[in-house]
Protein backbone atom coordinates (compact mmCIF):
# COMPACT_ATOMS: atom_id res chain seq x y z
CA UNK A 1 0.00 0.00 0.00
CA UNK A 2 1.68 3.63 -0.82
CA UNK A 3 1.25 6.46 1.72
CA UNK A 4 0.79 10.17 0.40
CA UNK A 5 2.23 13.04 2.26
CA UNK A 6 -0.15 15.87 2.36
CA UNK A 7 0.95 19.47 3.17
CA UNK A 8 -1.30 22.40 4.09
CA UNK A 9 -1.92 25.04 1.33
CA UNK A 10 -2.53 28.67 1.98
CA UNK A 11 -4.78 28.77 -0.92
CA UNK A 12 -6.53 26.64 -4.01
CA UNK A 13 -6.33 27.87 -7.52
CA UNK A 14 -6.61 26.79 -11.37
CA UNK A 15 -8.54 25.45 -13.91
CA UNK A 16 -8.60 21.68 -15.14
CA UNK A 17 -10.66 19.59 -17.46
CA UNK A 18 -11.61 16.23 -15.46
CA UNK A 19 -11.43 12.73 -16.82
CA UNK A 20 -14.53 11.30 -17.45
CA UNK A 21 -17.98 10.52 -15.80
CA UNK A 22 -17.37 7.29 -14.06
CA UNK A 23 -20.95 6.08 -14.03
CA UNK A 24 -21.09 7.63 -18.08
CA UNK A 25 -18.78 5.33 -18.95
CA UNK A 26 -19.47 2.21 -17.78
CA UNK A 27 -22.69 2.80 -19.67
CA UNK A 28 -21.49 3.81 -22.60
CA UNK A 29 -18.75 0.60 -21.99
CA UNK A 30 -21.71 -1.39 -21.90
CA UNK A 31 -23.93 -0.40 -24.46
CA UNK A 32 -21.49 -0.21 -26.84
CA UNK A 33 -20.59 -3.88 -26.68
CA UNK A 34 -24.00 -4.83 -26.80
CA UNK A 35 -24.59 -2.30 -29.63
CA UNK A 36 -24.10 -2.61 -33.71
CA UNK A 37 -21.41 -1.44 -35.24
CA UNK A 38 -18.29 0.79 -33.76
CA UNK A 39 -18.93 3.11 -30.93
CA UNK A 40 -15.93 5.72 -30.43
CA UNK A 41 -15.34 7.48 -27.16
CA UNK A 42 -13.13 10.29 -26.10
CA UNK A 43 -12.30 11.35 -22.36
CA UNK A 44 -13.36 7.72 -21.07
CA UNK A 45 -12.74 7.67 -17.71
CA UNK A 46 -9.17 6.78 -16.68
CA UNK A 47 -10.16 5.26 -13.81
CA UNK A 48 -9.99 1.49 -13.02
CA UNK A 49 -13.96 0.54 -12.15
CA UNK A 50 -14.69 1.76 -15.95
CA UNK A 51 -11.90 -0.45 -17.55
CA UNK A 52 -13.04 -3.45 -15.70
CA UNK A 53 -16.56 -2.80 -17.78
CA UNK A 54 -14.37 -2.70 -20.67
CA UNK A 55 -12.61 -5.66 -19.73
CA UNK A 56 -16.06 -7.39 -19.40
CA UNK A 57 -17.23 -6.65 -22.46
CA UNK A 58 -14.17 -7.88 -24.37
CA UNK A 59 -14.66 -11.06 -22.33
CA UNK A 60 -18.24 -11.05 -23.88
CA UNK A 61 -16.88 -10.66 -27.32
CA UNK A 62 -17.23 -7.10 -28.08
CA UNK A 63 -13.61 -5.86 -29.81
CA UNK A 64 -11.90 -3.27 -27.67
CA UNK A 65 -9.39 -1.31 -28.96
CA UNK A 66 -7.64 1.44 -26.45
CA UNK A 67 -6.19 4.16 -28.91
CA UNK A 68 -5.01 5.81 -24.77
CA UNK A 69 -6.73 4.94 -22.05
CA UNK A 70 -9.21 8.30 -22.78
CA UNK A 71 -10.19 6.97 -26.90
CA UNK A 72 -11.77 3.81 -26.66
CA UNK A 73 -13.03 1.93 -29.79
CA UNK A 74 -15.61 -0.56 -28.89
CA UNK A 75 -17.04 -2.84 -32.47
CA UNK A 76 -20.58 -4.39 -30.55
CA UNK A 77 -21.73 -8.38 -30.46
CA UNK A 78 -24.87 -6.73 -32.18
CA UNK A 79 -27.03 -7.86 -29.44
CA UNK A 80 -25.63 -11.66 -28.83
CA UNK A 81 -23.04 -12.60 -26.34
CA UNK A 82 -21.52 -15.71 -26.19
CA UNK A 83 -20.38 -18.25 -23.30
CA UNK A 84 -17.74 -16.54 -21.92
CA UNK A 85 -14.37 -18.43 -21.37
CA UNK A 86 -13.60 -17.04 -18.37
CA UNK A 87 -15.75 -15.57 -15.20
CA UNK A 88 -16.45 -11.69 -15.52
CA UNK A 89 -14.08 -9.90 -13.04
CA UNK A 90 -15.62 -6.80 -12.10
CA UNK A 91 -12.49 -5.51 -9.46
CA UNK A 92 -13.90 -3.03 -7.23
CA UNK A 93 -16.56 -2.17 -9.25
CA UNK A 94 -20.03 -1.95 -8.44
CA UNK A 95 -21.94 -0.28 -10.35
CA UNK A 96 -20.27 -3.61 -13.22
CA UNK A 97 -21.22 -6.04 -11.53
CA UNK A 98 -25.17 -4.76 -10.23
CA UNK A 99 -25.45 -3.19 -14.49
CA UNK A 100 -24.08 -6.18 -16.07
CA UNK A 101 -25.74 -8.80 -14.50
CA UNK A 102 -28.96 -6.97 -16.35
CA UNK A 103 -26.90 -6.67 -19.59
CA UNK A 104 -26.74 -10.55 -19.37
CA UNK A 105 -29.18 -12.04 -17.79
CA UNK A 106 -30.98 -12.54 -21.40
CA UNK A 107 -28.78 -14.30 -22.88
CA UNK A 108 -28.95 -18.07 -22.67
CA UNK A 109 -25.45 -18.55 -21.18
CA UNK A 110 -24.30 -19.16 -17.72
CA UNK A 111 -22.10 -16.00 -16.53
CA UNK A 112 -20.17 -16.24 -13.10
CA UNK A 113 -19.23 -12.43 -11.69
CA UNK A 114 -16.48 -12.08 -9.86
CA UNK A 115 -14.59 -9.35 -7.51
CA UNK A 116 -12.25 -8.19 -4.95
CA UNK A 117 -12.75 -8.54 -1.58
CA UNK A 118 -14.15 -5.20 -1.07
CA UNK A 119 -17.14 -6.29 -3.88
CA UNK A 120 -17.24 -9.28 -2.35
CA UNK A 121 -18.91 -7.60 1.02
CA UNK A 122 -21.21 -5.33 -0.99
CA UNK A 123 -24.89 -6.50 -1.05
CA UNK A 124 -26.08 -8.07 -4.87
CA UNK A 125 -29.39 -9.27 -3.45
CA UNK A 126 -30.78 -6.01 -4.86
CA UNK A 127 -30.63 -6.85 -8.49
CA UNK A 128 -31.16 -10.70 -7.91
CA UNK A 129 -34.83 -9.84 -6.92
CA UNK A 130 -35.93 -8.37 -10.18
CA UNK A 131 -33.78 -10.74 -12.63
CA UNK A 132 -35.17 -13.60 -11.24
CA UNK A 133 -38.95 -11.95 -11.61
CA UNK A 134 -38.10 -11.71 -15.08
CA UNK A 135 -37.26 -15.47 -15.15
CA UNK A 136 -33.16 -15.87 -15.23
CA UNK A 137 -32.04 -17.96 -12.35
CA UNK A 138 -29.20 -16.18 -9.74
CA UNK A 139 -26.94 -17.34 -7.21
CA UNK A 140 -25.56 -15.60 -4.92
CA UNK A 141 -23.15 -16.86 -1.51
CA UNK A 142 -25.44 -15.33 1.61
CA UNK A 143 -26.40 -12.20 -0.44
CA UNK A 144 -23.06 -11.70 -2.36
CA UNK A 145 -20.96 -12.38 -4.92
CA UNK A 146 -19.40 -14.59 -6.78
CA UNK A 147 -22.20 -14.23 -9.01
CA UNK A 148 -23.65 -17.13 -11.31
CA UNK A 149 -26.19 -16.18 -13.72
CA UNK A 150 -28.10 -18.43 -15.69
CA UNK A 151 -29.22 -16.74 -18.57
CA UNK A 152 -32.20 -17.21 -21.01
CA UNK A 153 -35.38 -15.43 -22.65
CA UNK A 154 -36.60 -13.15 -19.78
CA UNK A 155 -40.24 -11.64 -19.95
CA UNK A 156 -41.08 -8.27 -18.74
CA UNK A 157 -42.42 -7.36 -15.15
CA UNK A 158 -42.92 -4.09 -13.50
CA UNK A 159 -40.84 -3.30 -10.40
CA UNK A 160 -40.68 -0.50 -7.22
CA UNK A 161 -37.60 0.02 -6.51
CA UNK A 162 -37.47 0.14 -2.55
CA UNK A 163 -33.62 1.47 -2.11
CA UNK A 164 -32.65 4.27 -4.03
CA UNK A 165 -30.36 2.69 -6.59
CA UNK A 166 -29.49 3.78 -9.90
CA UNK A 167 -27.35 0.45 -10.31
CA UNK A 168 -30.20 -1.26 -9.84
CA UNK A 169 -32.59 0.62 -11.94
CA UNK A 170 -29.97 0.12 -14.40
CA UNK A 171 -29.94 -3.71 -14.34
CA UNK A 172 -34.02 -3.47 -14.94
CA UNK A 173 -33.31 -1.19 -17.33
CA UNK A 174 -30.80 -3.29 -19.58
CA UNK A 175 -32.67 -6.37 -18.87
CA UNK A 176 -35.94 -4.48 -20.05
CA UNK A 177 -34.17 -3.67 -23.26
CA UNK A 178 -33.90 -7.37 -24.04
CA UNK A 179 -36.97 -8.85 -22.52
CA UNK A 180 -40.42 -9.69 -24.24
CA UNK A 181 -43.10 -7.41 -23.53
CA UNK A 182 -42.37 -4.25 -21.86
CA UNK A 183 -40.48 -3.71 -18.40
CA UNK A 184 -41.27 -0.61 -16.05
CA UNK A 185 -40.21 0.13 -12.93
CA UNK A 186 -40.56 3.14 -10.02
CA UNK A 187 -38.09 4.69 -7.76
CA UNK A 188 -38.85 5.51 -4.48
CA UNK A 189 -36.30 8.74 -5.12
CA UNK A 190 -35.52 9.87 -8.41
CA UNK A 191 -31.31 8.75 -8.64
CA UNK A 192 -29.17 9.34 -11.83
CA UNK A 193 -30.93 9.22 -15.49
CA UNK A 194 -27.66 8.13 -16.94
CA UNK A 195 -29.02 4.74 -18.36
CA UNK A 196 -32.13 6.68 -19.72
CA UNK A 197 -29.96 9.13 -21.89
CA UNK A 198 -27.28 6.60 -22.96
CA UNK A 199 -29.84 4.06 -23.73
CA UNK A 200 -31.76 6.68 -25.71
CA UNK A 201 -28.49 7.66 -27.20
CA UNK A 202 -27.63 4.20 -28.61
CA UNK A 203 -31.07 4.47 -30.45
CA UNK A 204 -33.53 2.75 -27.59
CA UNK A 205 -37.27 3.85 -26.73
CA UNK A 206 -37.89 4.37 -23.09
CA UNK A 207 -40.88 6.06 -22.00
CA UNK A 208 -42.05 8.11 -18.71
CA UNK A 209 -45.31 8.79 -17.13
CA UNK A 210 -44.95 10.51 -14.02
CA UNK A 211 -43.08 8.36 -11.66
CA UNK A 212 -42.92 5.39 -13.83
CA UNK A 213 -40.49 4.64 -16.40
CA UNK A 214 -41.09 2.19 -19.05
CA UNK A 215 -38.37 -0.03 -21.62
CA UNK A 216 -40.51 -1.65 -24.51
CA UNK A 217 -38.55 -4.83 -24.75
CA UNK A 218 -36.43 -6.40 -28.00
CA UNK A 219 -34.86 -3.44 -28.86
CA UNK A 220 -31.39 -3.63 -30.59
CA UNK A 221 -29.23 -0.22 -30.36
CA UNK A 222 -26.75 1.47 -32.68
CA UNK A 223 -22.92 2.49 -31.73
CA UNK A 224 -22.36 6.11 -31.57
CA UNK A 225 -19.43 8.53 -31.18
CA UNK A 226 -19.56 10.43 -28.07
CA UNK A 227 -17.25 12.78 -25.64
CA UNK A 228 -18.00 11.69 -22.20
CA UNK A 229 -18.71 14.46 -19.95
CA UNK A 230 -15.61 15.48 -17.07
CA UNK A 231 -16.84 13.60 -13.60
CA UNK A 232 -18.88 15.65 -10.80
CA UNK A 233 -18.01 13.69 -8.42
CA UNK A 234 -14.45 13.65 -8.96
CA UNK A 235 -14.84 17.60 -9.07
CA UNK A 236 -16.67 17.49 -5.66
CA UNK A 237 -12.95 17.13 -4.24
CA UNK A 238 -12.05 20.49 -5.54
CA UNK A 239 -14.84 22.15 -5.35
CA UNK A 240 -14.75 21.74 -1.52
CA UNK A 241 -11.41 22.47 -1.47
CA UNK A 242 -12.15 25.63 -3.29
CA UNK A 243 -14.79 26.11 -0.64
CA UNK A 244 -11.79 26.48 2.15
CA UNK A 245 -9.77 29.46 1.30
CA UNK A 246 -11.19 32.85 0.99
CA UNK A 247 -9.35 33.65 -2.24
CA UNK A 248 -10.12 30.56 -4.11
CA UNK A 249 -10.43 30.39 -7.44
CA UNK A 250 -11.48 27.22 -8.92
CA UNK A 251 -12.73 27.05 -13.13
CA UNK A 252 -14.15 23.39 -14.16
CA UNK A 253 -13.90 22.67 -18.12
CA UNK A 254 -16.44 20.20 -19.71
CA UNK A 255 -17.98 19.07 -16.38
CA UNK A 256 -20.87 16.50 -16.36
CA UNK A 257 -24.32 18.92 -15.26
CA UNK A 258 -26.75 16.10 -15.40
CA UNK A 259 -29.52 17.57 -12.60
CA UNK A 260 -29.50 14.47 -11.27
CA UNK A 261 -26.19 14.70 -10.29
CA UNK A 262 -25.91 18.64 -9.87
CA UNK A 263 -27.31 19.09 -6.25
CA UNK A 264 -23.81 19.16 -5.37
CA UNK A 265 -23.56 22.05 -6.94
CA UNK A 266 -26.73 23.77 -5.01
CA UNK A 267 -25.15 22.23 -2.10
CA UNK A 268 -21.81 24.21 -2.57
CA UNK A 269 -24.27 26.98 -3.01
CA UNK A 270 -25.55 26.57 0.02
CA UNK A 271 -22.58 26.40 2.03
CA UNK A 272 -21.29 29.74 0.52
CA UNK A 273 -19.59 28.99 -3.20
CA UNK A 274 -20.29 31.44 -5.58
CA UNK A 275 -20.83 29.38 -8.14
CA UNK A 276 -20.93 31.17 -12.50
CA UNK A 277 -21.94 28.94 -15.13
CA UNK A 278 -19.82 30.12 -18.09
CA UNK A 279 -20.99 27.86 -20.54
CA UNK A 280 -23.37 24.89 -20.87
CA UNK A 281 -24.60 22.43 -23.54
CA UNK A 282 -26.27 19.11 -24.03
CA UNK A 283 -24.10 16.10 -25.53
CA UNK A 284 -26.54 12.67 -25.79
CA UNK A 285 -28.93 14.24 -23.28
CA UNK A 286 -26.08 15.00 -20.64
CA UNK A 287 -25.32 18.46 -19.88
CA UNK A 288 -22.07 19.41 -19.91
CA UNK A 289 -20.65 23.17 -18.89
CA UNK A 290 -17.60 25.13 -17.64
CA UNK A 291 -18.09 26.00 -14.22
CA UNK A 292 -16.20 28.82 -12.38
CA UNK A 293 -16.11 29.10 -8.48
CA UNK A 294 -14.90 31.27 -5.49
CA UNK A 295 -15.11 30.86 -2.02
CA UNK A 296 -17.46 32.58 0.68
CA UNK A 297 -15.31 35.32 1.89
CA UNK A 298 -16.35 34.75 5.44
CA UNK A 299 -15.59 30.45 5.47
CA UNK A 300 -18.52 28.04 4.89
CA UNK A 301 -21.66 27.88 6.80
CA UNK A 302 -22.64 24.12 7.04
CA UNK A 303 -26.05 22.81 6.68
CA UNK A 304 -28.08 19.49 7.04
CA UNK A 305 -28.05 17.15 4.18
CA UNK A 306 -31.32 14.74 4.66
CA UNK A 307 -33.75 12.54 2.72
CA UNK A 308 -33.67 12.35 -1.32
CA UNK A 309 -30.45 15.12 -1.01
CA UNK A 310 -28.91 12.83 0.45
CA UNK A 311 -29.23 9.68 -1.92
CA UNK A 312 -28.89 12.41 -4.74
CA UNK A 313 -24.83 13.28 -3.27
CA UNK A 314 -24.27 9.98 -1.72
CA UNK A 315 -20.96 9.70 -3.91
CA UNK A 316 -19.73 12.86 -2.36
CA UNK A 317 -20.79 12.93 1.09
CA UNK A 318 -17.71 11.77 2.78
CA UNK A 319 -15.99 14.76 1.16
CA UNK A 320 -18.64 16.81 2.14
CA UNK A 321 -18.51 15.61 6.01
CA UNK A 322 -14.49 15.97 5.51
CA UNK A 323 -14.80 19.49 5.67
CA UNK A 324 -17.38 19.83 7.76
CA UNK A 325 -14.92 20.63 10.98
CA UNK A 326 -14.15 23.96 8.61
CA UNK A 327 -17.55 25.28 8.40
CA UNK A 328 -19.05 27.64 10.48
CA UNK A 329 -22.48 25.89 11.51
CA UNK A 330 -21.24 22.06 10.64
CA UNK A 331 -22.63 19.23 8.58
CA UNK A 332 -25.39 16.86 9.65
CA UNK A 333 -25.68 14.23 7.39
CA UNK A 334 -29.00 11.49 7.92
CA UNK A 335 -30.71 9.16 5.95
CA UNK A 336 -27.24 7.87 4.29
CA UNK A 337 -27.21 4.61 5.53
CA UNK A 338 -26.34 2.84 1.94
CA UNK A 339 -23.22 4.67 2.72
CA UNK A 340 -22.20 1.97 4.95
CA UNK A 341 -22.44 -0.42 2.12
CA UNK A 342 -20.16 1.42 -0.52
CA UNK A 343 -16.46 0.50 -0.94
CA UNK A 344 -16.39 0.31 2.91
CA UNK A 345 -18.26 1.34 5.70
CA UNK A 346 -18.05 4.94 4.66
CA UNK A 347 -19.57 6.37 7.57
CA UNK A 348 -17.41 4.35 10.00
CA UNK A 349 -13.89 5.58 8.33
CA UNK A 350 -14.85 9.24 8.03
CA UNK A 351 -15.81 9.01 11.57
CA UNK A 352 -13.31 7.33 12.43
CA UNK A 353 -10.60 9.44 10.29
CA UNK A 354 -11.92 12.91 11.80
CA UNK A 355 -11.24 12.10 15.09
CA UNK A 356 -7.75 10.94 14.19
CA UNK A 357 -7.20 14.43 13.07
CA UNK A 358 -8.90 15.79 16.55
CA UNK A 359 -12.02 16.73 15.67
CA UNK A 360 -15.51 16.10 16.97
CA UNK A 361 -17.89 13.93 15.85
CA UNK A 362 -21.20 12.00 16.42
CA UNK A 363 -21.91 9.00 14.61
CA UNK A 364 -25.81 7.68 13.40
CA UNK A 365 -26.45 4.18 11.96
CA UNK A 366 -27.88 6.05 9.19
CA UNK A 367 -25.12 9.18 9.08
CA UNK A 368 -23.07 11.55 11.31
CA UNK A 369 -23.17 14.80 12.38
CA UNK A 370 -19.83 17.33 12.41
CA UNK A 371 -20.14 20.33 14.46
CA UNK A 372 -18.50 23.71 12.94
CA UNK A 373 -15.54 25.93 13.73
CA UNK A 374 -12.96 23.43 14.80
CA UNK A 375 -9.55 23.39 14.00
CA UNK A 376 -7.53 19.61 12.40
CA UNK A 377 -4.22 18.16 12.75
CA UNK A 378 -2.35 16.44 10.41
CA UNK A 379 -3.06 12.53 11.18
CA UNK A 380 -2.31 9.02 9.65
CA UNK A 381 -5.12 8.60 7.50
CA UNK A 382 -6.93 4.62 7.02
CA UNK A 383 -8.35 5.07 3.45
CA UNK A 384 -9.76 1.41 4.13
CA UNK A 385 -8.77 0.96 0.13
CA UNK A 386 -11.23 3.19 -0.61
CA UNK A 387 -10.87 5.77 -3.31
CA UNK A 388 -13.18 8.45 -1.91
CA UNK A 389 -12.00 7.91 1.40
CA UNK A 390 -8.59 8.70 0.60
CA UNK A 391 -9.38 11.45 -1.69
CA UNK A 392 -11.87 13.51 1.13
CA UNK A 393 -9.56 13.36 3.91
CA UNK A 394 -6.59 14.97 1.40
CA UNK A 395 -8.80 17.86 0.55
CA UNK A 396 -9.33 17.99 5.25
CA UNK A 397 -5.39 18.25 5.09
CA UNK A 398 -5.42 20.84 3.19
CA UNK A 399 -6.49 23.31 6.10
CA UNK A 400 -4.77 21.20 8.53
CA UNK A 401 -1.89 22.01 10.78
CA UNK A 402 1.05 19.78 10.10
CA UNK A 403 1.30 16.98 7.30
CA UNK A 404 -1.12 14.76 6.37
CA UNK A 405 -0.16 10.85 5.72
CA UNK A 406 -2.66 9.16 3.35
CA UNK A 407 -2.33 5.29 4.07
CA UNK A 408 -4.16 3.15 0.94
CA UNK A 409 -3.83 6.09 -1.39
CA UNK A 410 -3.24 4.32 -4.35
CA UNK A 411 -7.53 3.66 -4.00
CA UNK A 412 -7.72 7.23 -6.00
CA UNK A 413 -7.10 5.06 -9.01
CA UNK A 414 -10.62 3.54 -9.17
CA UNK A 415 -12.21 6.24 -10.08
CA UNK A 416 -9.46 9.37 -10.32
CA UNK A 417 -5.60 8.23 -11.16
CA UNK A 418 -4.83 12.21 -11.87
CA UNK A 419 -6.12 13.18 -8.27
CA UNK A 420 -2.76 13.79 -6.35
CA UNK A 421 -1.34 15.45 -9.62
CA UNK A 422 -4.05 17.65 -9.77
CA UNK A 423 -4.50 18.44 -6.24
CA UNK A 424 -0.51 19.34 -6.32
CA UNK A 425 -1.22 21.59 -9.24
CA UNK A 426 -4.11 23.51 -7.97
CA UNK A 427 -3.25 24.15 -4.02
CA UNK A 428 -0.90 26.91 -3.58
CA UNK A 429 1.55 26.60 -0.84
C1 LIG B 1 -23.75 4.79 -9.52
C2 LIG B 1 -24.77 4.81 -8.61
C3 LIG B 1 -24.55 4.94 -7.17
C4 LIG B 1 -23.16 5.50 -6.88
C5 LIG B 1 -22.10 4.80 -7.66
C6 LIG B 1 -22.34 4.94 -9.15
C7 LIG B 1 -24.09 4.59 -10.94
O1 LIG B 1 -24.68 3.67 -6.55
O2 LIG B 1 -22.88 5.40 -5.49
O3 LIG B 1 -20.81 5.35 -7.36
O4 LIG B 1 -23.21 4.80 -11.81
O5 LIG B 1 -25.24 4.24 -11.23
P1 LIG B 1 -26.14 3.04 -6.20
O6 LIG B 1 -26.87 2.93 -7.46
O7 LIG B 1 -25.84 1.70 -5.61
O8 LIG B 1 -26.74 3.98 -5.21
Known sequence: MSTQTIRPARSFQGSVTLPGDKSISHRYAMLGGLAEGTTRL???????????????????????????????????????????????????????????????????????????????????ERIRKPLMQMGAKLDLIDGHAPITIYGGPLTAIHFDTPIPSAQVKTAILFAGLQAEGTTSLTESVRTRDHSEHALRAFG???????????????????????????????????????????????????????????SLLDIIAALGGKIKVLHVEEQHGEMVGTIQVNAPADGPTGMEITGALSAQVIDELPVLAAIGPYTRDGITIRDAKELRVKESDRIALVVKNLRAMGAEVTEFEDGLSVPGGQSLHGALIDSGTDHRIAMAFSIAALRASGDTEIHGAEAAAISFPEFFTLLDTLSVR
Open 204 to 262: ATLLRDGEKLSIPGGQTLKAINATVPGDLSSAAFFLCAALLFPDSNLVLDAVGMNPTRS
Open 42 to 124: SNFSTGADPHSSLACMETLGAKVVRTDEKTIEITGTTGSFGQPAKPLDCGNSGSTMRMLSGLVAPHAHIYTLIGDHSLTLRPM
